[in-house]
């Protein structure tokens, strides 16, 4: 019951942290998307830059529940460009749409609607999708950490310093 | 100039990581495109349980006992009421080009049709769960959350995603040549 309060909870945040950022603004996704305004790109770098820094962290201490999505390659690499093109073409993802339609979004409720009838159409795909996409070339739940063989806070320092930096200083807005 | 956006990027990043950091202390690291599947698992269960029990896909969720709602239904249930309650405290302080149904930009490049605008943003929503189930994940789960745990799995998945994404948009809106 605790876990689910927590769960409600930390959604509430999130949902807001998307409205008040305007994440879940047309203009910001596409204009990112587009290479001109690097507003969702720089919020994203900055959230993982935290994040990985804060994860890794709190695994140095034991008390990180990870929970790392296997690397099947053939899967996870057409999934991610059939993604990208469904993003370029909504201007939404996953999570925005939903704090979207809350906010009362038309196009964003056919996105939700979309959503549901995608993950449908996955459901009755997957047993042919699962022997072909997703059982070859799986390597498992595997991290850089896992890969490099060493400590994952030593590659989490450079690499939120990288990211962070990227957000701040490197990325800039172009105009016409 | 007028400011226009409600908290910058920089506020929203480093709130966003320390809710991850948070989320994955107490519980686990941030998702929400699972949710569209148990949800749709819930439904089916209820209107055809046999069907549901018969895909492999929709069975692993949405059981008889507890449906599949757990911490991550819950917590795309809060993004709902939390979008939603911050949309109708704070409309005013939102800027203009951010409101409404039918973005400006879209509007310049391909016209007022609202049933244009919204069978884009069905067929977008499609492609969006079906890419998102095939990778395990999509923005907040293999994005945010997968590439702070350093998944190798995830940073596929940001390149793919991310190099899909910037091409459509370009090609989307090519200027003609001539």
Redo the contacts between chains.
């Keep these: 019951m605790t876990?689910?309060?927590?769960?409600?909870?930390?959604?509430?945040?999130?949902?807001?942290?998307?409205?008040?950022?305007?994440?879940?603004?047309?203009?910001?996704i596409?204009?990112t998307?587009?290479?001109k305004d690097m507003?969702?790109i720089?919020?994203?770098?900055?959230?993982?830059?935290?994040?990985?820094?804060?994860?890794?962290?709190?695994d140095l201490g034991g008390?990180?529940?990870?929970?790392?999505?296997?690397?099947?390659?053939w899967?996870?690499?057409?999934?991610?460009?059939?993604?990208?093109?469904?993003?370029?073409?909504?201007?939404?993802?996953?999570?925005?749409?939903?704090?979207?339609?809350?906010?009362?979004?038309?196009?964003?409720m056919?996105?939700?609607?979309?959503?549901?009838?995608?993950?449908?159409?996955?459901?009755?795909a997957?047993?042919v999708?699962?022997s072909t996409?997703i059982a070859r070339a799986n390597?498992g739940?595997?991290?850089?950490?896992d890969?490099l063989g060493f400590n994952?806070i030593y590659?989490?320092i450079p690499?939120s310093l990288a990211l962070l930096g990227l957000?701040?200083f490197l990325l800039k807005d172009r105009y016409e | 100039m007028e400011r226009d956006y409600i908290i910058s990027w920089k506020v929203a990043g480093i709130a966003l990581g320390l809710l991850l950091t948070l989320a994955t202390a107490l519980v686990q690291p941030l998702g929400v495109s699972t949710q569209f599947v148990v949800t749709d698992a819930v439904v089916a269960h209820k209107v055809a349980p046999e069907f549901a029990e018969s895909n492999a896909y929709l069975s692993k969720y949405g059981e008889k006992e507890d449906w599949g709602v757990g911490y991550g239904w819950m917590l795309v249930l809060g993004m709902f009421v939390g979008g939603g309650v911050s949309a109708m405290l704070l409309r005013k302080r939102q800027p203009q080009e951010d409101k409404g149904s039918m973005p400006s930009m879209w509007q310049a490049r391909f016209g007022d049709s609202v049933v244009k605008r919204n069978m884009a943003a069905f067929g977008g929503g499609v492609l969006l769960l079906f890419g998102a189930r095939l990778a395990g994940g999509c923005t907040s789960g293999h994005m945010i959350s997968g590439i702070s745990q350093l998944a190798v799995s995830s940073f596929l998945f940001g390149v793919t995603a991310f190099g899909a994404a910037i091409l459509m948009a370009h090609f989307l809106y090519r200027t003609r040549q001539g």
């Design positions: 876990t689910l309060i927590i769960g409600f909870l930390i959604g509430c945040a999130f949902g807001t942290i998307l409205y008040l950022s305007g994440a879940t603004s047309y203009r910001r596409l204009g998307l587009r290479l507003w969702i720089k919020l994203m770098a900055t959230a993982i830059g935290v994040g990985t820094l804060g994860i890794y962290l709190l008390l990180a529940h990870m929970s790392v999505k296997p690397a099947y390659l899967g996870v690499g057409l999934g991610g460009l059939i993604f990208g093109v469904g993003w370029a073409v909504s201007g939404f993802c996953p999570g925005t749409c939903v704090v979207a339609a809350a906010e009362g979004k038309k196009d964003a056919f996105t939700v609607l979309g959503a549901f009838v995608g993950a449908f159409l996955f459901s009755l997957f047993p999708i699962e996409l390597f739940s595997i991290t850089l950490e890969l994952g590659i989490a690499f957000a701040f």
